[in-house]
T-cell receptor, first 114, second 115 residues
Framework: NAGVTQTPKFQVLKTGQSMTLQCAQD?????MYWYRQDPGMGLRLIYY???????DKGEVPNGYNVSRLNKREFSLRLESAAPSQTSVYFC?????????????FGPGTRLTVL | AQSVAQPEDQVNVAEGNPLTVKCTYS??????LFWYVQYPNRGLQFLLK??????LVKGSYGFEAEFNKSQTSFHLKKPSALVSDSALYFC?????????????FGTGTQLKVEL
């Protein structure tokens, strides 16, 4: 049981390049999330998927797109990378229950945009 | 809008002493509160959560948190700190809109436990 996995672990891009960050979970969770972490700002939600087939914007969606490929996988795409997107990106998943599901996080992708 | 505040960027404590990491919240309705820990170059790990019930919540690694409604606080505590507790700690509150279980995180508190 690997939990939440992310690829790649590290990436360096030039301004204007595109890339896709991959995330997969094996906990049969319905909901998945993408966050970015910047020093002094905590984690900010980029996009989330409450259930398979749905996606919604979070706090900082500009410059990103997402795809919920199936129940297990949720990818984040940068179409034209900018230096402001240099950050550490975390994927998370949770159960979708009437109560409150705990979120479980992947190990992160450290992205540098030159 | 729901939010949490962590007033201290860093907390220093000697090993064996009790530790407290502070968190205050602002929510409409009942708060659902969480604590997570992040070790260097790792993802966040869940420590504990408060949904309802007993104001003292016990979690992983000997941590506990006290929910105080009148003070709108949810401070993280441990009776005896270990050097291995040194990490970045985040408080979070559930955002009660839309689907899923969206969380809003505080800015984090760096805990340093010294010998």
């Amino acid at each position: 049981n690997a939990g939440v996995t992310q690829t790649p672990k590290f990436q360096v891009l030039k301004t204007g390049q595109s890339m896709t960050l991959q995330c997969a979970q094996d906990m049969n969770h319905n909901s998945m999330y993408w966050y970015r972490q910047d020093p002094g700002m905590g984690l900010r939600l980029i996009y989330y998927s409450a259930s398979e087939g749905t996606t919604d914007k979070g706090e900082v969606p500009n410059g990103y797109n997402v795809s919920r490929l199936n129940k297990r996988e949720f990818s984040l795409r940068l179409e034209s990378a900018a230096p402001s997107q240099t950050s550490v990106y975390f994927c998370a998943s949770s159960e979708r229950v009437a109560g409150v599901g705990t979120q479980y996080f992947g190990p992160g992708t450290r992205l540098t945009v030159l | 809008a729901q939010s949490v505040a962590q007033p201290e960027d860093q907390v220093n404590v000697a090993e064996g002493n009790p530790l407290t990491v502070k968190c205050t919240y602002s929510v409409s309705g009942n708060p659902y509160l969480f604590w997570y820990v992040q070790y260097p170059n790792r993802g966040l790990q869940f420590l504990l959560k408060y949904i309802t019930g007993d104001n003292l919540v016990k979690g992983s690694y000997g941590f506990e948190a006290e929910f105080n409604k009148s003070q709108t606080s949810f401070h993280l505590k441990k009776p005896s700190a270990l050097v291995s507790d040194s990490a970045l700690y985040f408080c979070a509150v559930r955002v009660n809109t839309g689907g899923g279980n969206k969380l809003t995180f505080g800015t984090g508190t760096q805990l340093k436990v010294e010998l």
